[in-house]
Each structure stands twice: as C-alpha cells, then as structure tokens.
C-alpha cells in the first residue's frame, strides 16, 4: 500500500500528461513558457483571485510574499510551531523574529485567542514564552491551514485588521479546501501554496504560488520572483532571488488541475470511510461547521500510537508523523529561546499523532484492511 499513490493517478492522465510534457519539449522554452501564463491564469480563476503568480516552490512562495511586504531583520512575524518547518524558516532567512502561538486541539490551526493574547503582550511589552519581551516592529501573521483544513480567517483577519497587520495565509495544505464558501488561497490578504508532489495539488518536482488581488503586491513579487527585474530583463531595481517555476511543472500541474475537483470529492470519500471505521478508536480528524478540508493528510490522536503504527508496518501500511518536534523545540529555532511546555498544545499533538495513507485512490478494501489492524490492536 502507497502512503500516497501518484502511480495510480499518472496511469489515469498518462496520455494528457506525457502529451503536455512533449509540448514543452517541442516548443523549447523550458523557462517561462506559454504553461505558465495558463496555469497562473487558470490557478486565479479556480481561486477566485485577480492574480496568481507561480514560482519555484512553496518555501519560495512564502519567502516572496514576505520581501513583498518589505519584512526586514527584527521584525516580528507570528505563526505556529506546529507546522512544516518552511514557515518559519523563511521568516528566519529573513532575519525576523518567528513569534509562535500555540494551536487550537481539535483545527491543529493557530488559536486565535492565543493570537491576541500574544499580541496584547508584545504591546504591553511583557515576556513572551520565551522569557524575552519583543521589542521590534509586528509586522504581520502566517496562520497555516494544516492537513488541509483552513484556519480561522474571521477572527485572525479581524485581529489583524485592528492591529495594523497582514495576514498570509499558509495554503501549501489547503488547496482546494473551502472556508465559508471561499476558497484556499483567498482567505487572507495573500496566500503561499506549494505543489511539491506529495500536496493535494502536486507535480513532478518542486513548484508553487502565491495569490492576491493586491496589483502593487503581485507586481513587486513578479520582479522578485526574476531577480528584482525591472521594465526589461536587464534592469535590476531590487534585491530578488531566482525563483521561477520551471515549464514543464507547470504543464503537469495544468493536467492535474484537470480533475482536481473529481479528487477533491474522492478525498472527501476516503476521509468520511476513515472517520466511520476508525472513531471508535482514535481521536479523528474534526472540520469546523462551514470549511472542508483538502485532506493533504489523514491524521488522527492516539495515546496508543506507538503499538497501531508498528502494527500497520508489519500489515505493509505505511504512516507517518506530522510533526515529530514542534518548531520551537528543533535545534534551528533554539536561538529563539523558546523551551518545552512553552506551547502545551503543540507539544501534546505532536506525541500522540500520526498521519495514514490518504490519497483519492485509496480503496474502500484498503480502509477495511487498515480498520482490522487498528481492530486488532485496541
Ligand atoms: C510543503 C509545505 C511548505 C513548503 O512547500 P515546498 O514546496 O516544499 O517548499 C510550506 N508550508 C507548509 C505548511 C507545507 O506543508
């Protein structure tokens, strides 16, 4: 069994796919081609955004929302530890101040609660969970949609809104998913996705893209994305980085984008079969009233998750553990001078949680199959 089976999908669009691929071949331009002014234009449209831009990768995606802001050395960016290490990394590279707020329990999402007390205390000029109180600029917020479930736009927006502070949304798990209607990429001021090959929306390598409908802000991360070009290719009027999308991605993400709706719905099917056949057992994923979720993973608690991991290795189903170590316990972060029990919440889910396959392929027998090892187990 496949953690994630992209087999199986690239058996389904070969003949769309390799046809896509050799175009590019054909036509020979291998950077900045045609696909990709197709796939940002068709990426906006599926968003519901005036602009997409399409760019390396995710981490790029970010990091050019960041710049694009103008975040410089010792501003302070808030986020969770409880996310891919890429979210707060770039805010680090940077040289900002990555402030972490804990998460809520059931969402994995950052509390918004916990964000305004967090801002309170920075205003006030208190000790954060580090000991340290901030004394920067509080420049903005990068609530991340883990596992595919959105964040809570309504109060982080409106938190942000009163304290003068963006918000970009951290979509690298959510594409696709659904927050009172709106779409992933859509929820904030502007929006990072990813489509690194294990995400919802993936290709054969590494890819990404950031979504606004702020024209200065995406005309800034267009010169960004290709060295801080300027009016033509070269005239440099800012300090950017190479962080173009390669053609050939993008035509795979233009055939995958295809059906992704039809996955979407499937992914929703194998999540709902997984929640019935496994509640009674585990704690099981939770989406708000109002959201759906991508599904990126299929995680679930278990004080028991050492025992239900080793026994579905030994059954050939594989599983894995998002994240083993929240952000602020890895080594990269020590200088931030965060401890343990500084994020209880955080620290807690990342004990006991473990992710299962979760693809929109995966068959009912294969569910069945997992739910008589978690049967035999509990
Ligand atoms: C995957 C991921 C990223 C980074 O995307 P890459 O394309 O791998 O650079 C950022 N944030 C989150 C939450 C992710 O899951």
New binding site residues.
């Given amino acids: 069994m496949q953690f994630i089976d992209l087999k199986r999908q690239y058996s389904i669009l070969k003949a769309d796919i390799d046809s896509r691929i050799h175009a590019v071949l054909d036509h020979g331009s291998y950077i900045m081609g045609p696909e990709i002014t197709k796939l940002e234009s068709e990426l906006a449209r599926y968003v519901g955004v005036k602009y997409c831009l399409s760019c ?7 990091l050019l929302a960041l710049m694009a802001y103008g975040v410089k050395p010792g501003d302070g960016i808030i986020t969770t530890p409880f ?5 707060a990394e770039v805010i680090a590279l940077l040289g900002a101040v990555p402030i972490f707020v804990d998460i809520d329990p059931v969402t994995y999402n950052i509390n918004p609660d916990a964000l305004q007390e967090t801002i309170t205390t920075v205003q006030s000029g208190r000790n954060l969970h580090n000991k340290k109180a901030f004394t920067g600029e509080l420049k903005g917020i990068i609530p ?3 596992f595919g479930i959105p964040a809570d736009y309504a109060k982080i927006n409106s938190i942000a809104k009163t304290n003068g502070l963006f918000v970009l949304e ?1 979509a ?2 959510s594409f696709g998913a659904t927050y009172n209607g709106k779409k992933a990429g859509l929820l904030s001021e502007i929006a ?5 090959p ?2 919802p929306l993936g290709c054969y390598g ?3 893209a950031v979504f606004t409908d702020n024209e200065e802000i995406i005309a800034i991360m267009r010169s960004l994305r290709i060295h801080g070009q300027g009016p033509d290719k070269y005239t440099n009027i800012r300090i950017g980085i190479n962080g173009r999308m390669d053609t050939i991605q993008a035509a795979i993400v233009l055939s995958k984008l295809s059906i992704f709706d039809i996955e979407l719905a499937s992914r929703q099917q194998v999540a709902m079969r997984y929640n019935q056949i496994l509640s009674a057992y585990v704690e099981t994923p939770t989406v708000p009233d109002g959201s759906t979720s991508a599904w ?1 993973q299929y995680s679930v608690q278990s004080d028991k998750r050492t025992e239900v991991m080793s026994a579905l290795s030994q059954q050939g189903i594989p599983t894995a553990i998002y994240y083993p170590t929240p952000l602020h316990l890895q080594k990269a972060f020590e200088y931030c001078g965060y401890e343990k029990n500084s994020f209880p919440v955080s620290e807690k889910a990342s004990q006991r949680i473990f992710s299962l396959p979760m693809h929109p392929y995966l068959t009912e027998e294969e569910q069945k199959h997992i739910a008589k090892v978690f049967a035999a187990v509990f």
């Avoid at 390396?56 to 970010?62: I, K, P, Q, R, S």
């Avoid at 996310?83 to 979210?87: L, P």
């Avoid at 990072?192 to 690194?196: D, I």
């Fill in positions: 390396a990768n995710g981490t790029d995606a970010l996310t891919f290490v890429a979210t991340v949609d883990l951290d690298a798990q990072a996705t990813s489509f690194f294990a995400k590494d890819g990404g990126a």
